[in-house]
Nanobody, 123 residues
């Protein structure tokens, strides 16, 4: 069992930055693939980024490439999502998720989920 707790969401003006954190417990952190997803009103939950167990491989959705950076610190059991140049369309609840197998973008294949953190971007 993996327990995930997100933090760092909030209200930010368009063009600003936020850093989300996801603290994991319950399993050796370097054995789990981590992902960030978001769920905006009226839309389906969608993948934002994910990172391999070692941190050496990352994936980004096209709509965040060049603006968001996913990273992890295996010594601190924490994954991060640095968000820059935020847009109003980035407003959503952001979730971190974990899976015990390799890299994957499909939402349904992530086994463990955090409670989510709200990110609101205003113009």
């Amino acid at each position: 069992q993996v327990h995930l707790v997100e933090s760092g969401g909030g209200l930010v003006q368009a063009g600003g930055s936020l850093r989300l954190s996801c603290a994991a417990s319950g399993r050796a952190f370097n054995t789990i693939t981590m992902g960030w997803f978001r769920h905006a009103p009226g839309k389906e939950r969608e993948p934002v980024a994910n990172i391999s167990r070692s941190g050496g491989t990352t994936y980004y959705a096209d709509f965040v490439k060049g603006r968001f950076t996913i990273s992890r610190d295996n010594a601190k059991n924490t994954a991060y999502l640095q968000m820059e140049a935020l847009k109003t369309e980035d407003t959503a609840v952001y979730y971190c998720a974990a899976r015990t197998r390799g890299m994957e973008i499909r939402t349904k294949l992530y086994e463990y989920w955090g409670q989510g953190t709200q990110v609101t971007v205003y113009s």
